[in-house]
C-alpha cells in the first residue's frame, strides 16, 4: 500500500497547516486510523477559517521543548550529544522539533539521512529559550530561598586581627539564632578569589577597587594606619618631625615572610614617602603587633581604630601625627545580590553591624 502525504497552506491564515492524504493513482482504501486523522484536521481548518483573524490566538512555544528539543542538535555538527542526558527519547524529541518548527513556520535543523546541521535561526531561537528558561527557573529557586528557613554552609575570609576577632566572638550569636546554618571561617592575609576558592563573603580592606570590579562591595567605612608606641620607648625630649627620625627606633611589623617591610607613608602636604624598616618582631596578627607595641618592644604602624581606645587610656602614644597611611576602604565582598541564600544574606548584614565600629568616619 503506498500513500502519499502532501501540505496545503491556507490563504490568509498564515501558520496553519493542512495535512491531505492523496492516494497515488490505483492505490488502496485510506486506512481507517489515517482516515480519521484526516477528517479531524480538515474539521479543525474549518473552524480556523471560520473564526475572526482578531480572535485566533498563536499559542506560545513552550520554552522547556524549545530548549530541549534543540539541544539534542546544538553540539558539534560533527558529534551528538548523548540523549541519555536529556531523559527524553529521540522519536519524542524528533516529534516536538516537527510540531515546533510547524508553529513557528521556520527550519531550525537541516537534516538528512546521514547528517544534520543546525540552522542560524535554529541557534537563535535555542540561545533565546535557553536564557528565558534559565530565568523562569532562577525565579522559582529565588522563591524557594526567601520563604525557606536560612540554612546551609557559609565560607568566610577575614584578616587576622580585630576583624577575626570581632566575628569570632559574635559568631556564637548568629549561629544560635539560625541552627541549621554552618559557617567556616578562614583567617588570612592572602587575598582570595570568591569564585575560584568557593568563598561566599570576603572582609578586607583596600584603597584599589580596580581588583574587586566583579564582586559586590558592601562600605564599612574608611581606616588609615598611624605609627604608635609605648611611652616608654620614646623619651619626651625626642624630636620626631617626619619618618626619617624613626629609623633608630625598634619596629614591630605585620610581614612575617621578609626580613624587611616599605611602609608607604602620607605626609600633611599630601606627599607620599616609602619608609624601609627592620622589625625586632613581626607576626600577621594584629593583636599579636599590639601587645608587642604596648610592652615597649617597638614602633607599631596599625590601623587608627584599633589603638584608639590604646591611646585613650595611655598605654600608647601617637607618634608624628601629622603622617599616616594611605586612605583605604573598609569592606565586606561576595559575588552577587541575586541569587543569594538568605544565610548569607543574613550574615553579611549581622558582621556588618559589628564591624562598622572599627573604622573612621571619612
Avoid at 503506498?2 to 491564515?13: D, I, M, P, T, V
Avoid at 510540531?99 to 513557528?104: C, K, N, P
Avoid at 614602633?299 to 589603638?307: G, K, Q, R, S, T
Wanted: glycine residues 6%; proline residues 7%.
Amino acid at each position: 500500500m503506498a500513500h502519499a502525504f502532501r501540505s496545503l497552506k491556507f490563504q490568509g491564515r498564515e501558520g496553519i497547516v493542512l495535512p491531505v492524504l492523496a492516494a497515488r493513482r490505483g492505490g488502496f482504501p485510506v486506512a481507517s486510523a489515517v482516515d480519521r486523522e484526516v477528517r479531524w484536521n480538515v474539521g479543525r481548518a474549518r473552524r480556523v477559517l471560520a473564526t475572526p483573524r482578531s480572535r485566533i490566538r498563536t499559542p506560545c512555544p513552550d520554552l522547556s521543548t524549545i530548549s530541549t528539543s534543540t539541544k539534542r542538535w546544538c553540539g558539534t555538527a560533527a558529534s551528538a550529544p548523548p540523549r541519555a542526558s536529556l531523559g527524553v527519547a529521540k522519536s519524542v524529541l524528533s516529534r516536538r522539533l516537527r510540531h515546533l518548527e510547524e508553529r513557528l513556520d521556520v527550519r531550525l535543523i537541516e537534516r538528512s539521512s546521514s547528517r544534520f546541521e543546525v540552522s542560524e535561526i535554529g541557534r537563535d531561537v535555542y540561545r533565546h529559550a535557553y536564557a528565558a528558561k534559565h530565568e523562569l527557573e532562577e525565579a522559582e529557586r529565588a522563591a524557594a530561598r526567601l520563604a525557606g528557613e536560612p540554612r546551609g554552609l557559609i565560607r568566610v575570609t577575614v584578616p587576622p586581627g580585630t576583624p577575626a576577632n570581632t566575628i569570632a566572638d559574635d559568631l556564637p550569636i548568629f549561629l544560635k539564632h539560625y541552627p541549621k546554618v554552618k559557617v567556616q571561617l578562614i583567617v588570612s592575609n592572602r587575598r582570595h578569589d570568591l569564585i575560584e576558592d568557593r568563598i561566599d563573603v570576603a572582609v578586607r580592606s583596600t584603597s584599589d577597587f580596580s581588583g574587586e570590579s566583579d564582586y559586590v562591595v558592601k562600605r564599612l567605612g574608611a581606616v588609615r594606619n598611624v605609627f604608635v608606641a609605648s611611652p616608654s620607648l620614646v623619651a619626651p625630649s625626642r624630636r620626631l618631625s617626619e619618618p626619617a627620625d624613626l629609623r633608630d627606633l625598634p619596629f614591630v611589623g605585620r610581614d612575617e615572610m621578609h626580613p624587611e617591610e616599605v611602609l608607604t607613608v602620607v605626609g600633611p602636604k599630601g606627599e607620599e614617602i616609602r619608609l624601609r624598616v627592620e622589625p625586632r618582631f613581626a607576626s600577621n596578627s594584629v593583636a599579636a603587633v599590639l601587645t608587642a607595641a604596648v610592652g615597649g618592644v617597638g614602633v607599631a604602624f596599625l590601623p587608627d581604630a584599633v589603638v584608639q581606645s590604646y591611646e585613650a587610656d595611655g598605654r600608647l602614644s601617637r607618634l608624628l601625627p601629622d603622617w599616616h597611611g594611605p586612605d583605604a576602604v573598609f569592606h565586606i565582598a561576595f559575588t552577587s545580590r541575586r541569587a543569594m541564600l538568605p544565610a548569607v544574606r543574613l550574615f553579611v548584614d549581622f558582621i556588618f553591624e559589628r564591624l562598622r565600629h572599627l573604622t573612621r568616619t571619612r
